[in-house]
């Protein structure tokens, strides 16, 4: 097939391993960025058992393939409209997988002119549809994947992201049939931004990686190898340009300096590690820290008091572009409906809230279910998104309560899922869990919107005295 002219979204992503974190979850989380104003929806999608296999047609660019006749139940961000493709991003299934699909990157022209990308292949928008509902773990995820990839072809060059309650996993895919995956070390974490990323892969260690069959004698007939000892994707196969430099590793140098910051680094360099241990345990607070992040503390943070000829010398992890950002976290000790958390913050990350939704509920709220590409007042998305747009107007004026009012909420949120967990746990049959761990996950929703719309309201009333047409009377006339 012919090169496919890629039409990239923009993202960034973390993994996060169970012995990494604070509590011992496993987390994978990213924002999904890539229009100002583009709703999402969120919604659960039912498990299925059909006669016979289902044919399923990509919208976007006519991918085809037969699925398998049982579909797992699963939760997903799909876009407000089906027309360019459905794009559902992220979510479980009722197994306990989790997935988030894709951070877009780039593969070099030497990979793409040996094995191009294939024009009807698979692409972003199809693979958490065609993926998530058939798969019982995260490396049967990236198994299953690699196979429609090799047999069906990529349109994209993609990293996917996948958990389970044992560990999870980065998967990259670079040309046309190939594709590696790496699993995070359990005391690790990574973080990835548009570019190719896992680095050195040892053939032999088929616990911690796996990949496309016969790469190794794609690279080596091709001569595409720049190494003579060793197998370093990211250089193989990913690309080293001043594009990168701006564009993606000053957002894994910032991930990597909050999380280490005894080391020092350039936010340009084309080395940063796509593996790294921590400093200190890695909570949940500090994976939604990174994503709303826009590199505060230093002289590129666009709103900050840096130099103005810095101030947006690189592109920011959190910016007016996302349309949701999402953690989804996988906590030991539960059973399989308590275990996963999708924390979901619609629009901006930097000005929402991520709202914490148990991964086995049956059904969302229904302004979740709602908003298209022009402003309502019905819509999850568009709640979000108005409020920061009023913050964006009047920063100096208005960001400071939306800061206390996101501390608030994350503290009465974190309250609530420890008050749901003690209740769930106390003896409800697995009918009952359900329903009230979707009551639960419905009401944490509204309550945070609720807040969000008082703020709103607010900010609404205090900006009618910004008006260049106010006058201050002197109160002597």
């Known amino acids: 097939m012919a090169f496919k002219e890629q039409s990239f979204s923009a993202c960034t992503s973390i993994l996060v391993g169970k012995k990494a974190s604070i509590d011992g979850s496993i987390m994978i989380a990213r924002n999904e960025d890539a229009k100002t104003a583009w709703p999402k929806h969120f919604k659960v999608y039912p498990h299925g058992d059909h006669a016979k296999q289902k044919l399923f047609v990509s919208p976007d660019n006519g991918f085809t393939m037969e699925l398998p006749q049982t579909s797992g139940r699963y939760t997903a961000t ?13 979510g479980f299934n009722e197994y306990g997988v989790a997935m988030s699909a894709t951070e877009s990157a780039y593969a070099n022209e030497r990979v793409l002119g040996a094995d191009p990308l294939v024009s009807e292949g698979i692409g972003e928008e199809a693979m958490i549809t065609v993926t998530l509902p058939y798969i019982h773990s995260a490396r049967e995820g990236v198994q299953y994947l690699g196979r429609i990839v090799e047999e069906k072809g990529a349109s994209e060059s993609n990293g996917i992201l996948f958990a389970d309650q044992a560990e999870s996993w980065y998967m990259e895919i670079a040309t ?59 250089k193989i196969f990913g690309t080293q340009d001043l594009s990168d430099a701006i564009y993606s590793t000053p957002r894994v140098w910032y991930g990597q300096k909050y999380l280490n910051p005894e080391i020092i680094q350039d936010p340009m360099s084309q080395e940063l590690p796509f593996i790294r241990k921590a400093s200190h345990l890695i909570s949940r607070e500090d994976i939604e820290f990174i994503l709303s992040s826009h590199f505060q503390g230093t002289d590129f943070d ?30 030991p000790g539960f059973p399989t409906e308590l275990a996963g958390i999708q924390w979901l913050a619609m629009g901006v990350t930097a000005q929402s809230i991520f709202v914490p939704f148990y991964a086995a509920i049956s059904d969302t709220p229904e302004s979740y279910k709602k908003g298209d590409a022009t402003y ?47 209740h769930v746990q106390s003896g409800l049959t697995s009918k009952d869990k359900i329903i009230f761990i979707t009551k639960s996950s419905n009401e944490n929703a509204l309550y945070a919107i609720k807040k969000v719309e008082e703020l709103t309201a607010q900010l609404i009333t205090e900006a009618t005295a910004f008006s260049p047409l106010d006058f201050k009377t002197d109160a002597n006339l």
């Open 78 to 90: 799909p876009e407000w409209t089906d027309k360019y493709g459905i794009f559902a991003e992220d």
């Open 176 to 234: 046309g049939h190939h594709w590696v995956a790496q699993r995070i070390p359990a005391d690790s974490y990574a973080v990835v931004a548009n570019q190719l990323a896992i680095q050195e892969i040892d053939f032999t260690d088929k616990n911690n990686f796996l990949f496309s069959t016969g790469i190794v004698a794609f690279v080596s007939l091709n001569k595409l190898n720049i190494a003579t000892d060793s197998f370093n994707f990211r």
């Open 302 to 331: 666009p709103i900050g008091q840096g130099p103005v000829e810095l101030k947006h010398k690189f592109r920011p992890i959190s910016l007016a572009k996302t349309q949701e950002s999402h953690i989804l976290q996988i906590r």
């Open 376 to 422: 309502s007042t019905d819509s999850a998305y568009w709640k979000y998104k108005l409020l920061g747009i009023l913050v964006d107007s009047n920063y100096l004026e208005f960001g400071s309560k939306l800061k206390a009012l996101q501390k608030d909420v994350r503290i009465e949120l974190n309250k609530r899922i420890r008050e749901t967990d003690k």
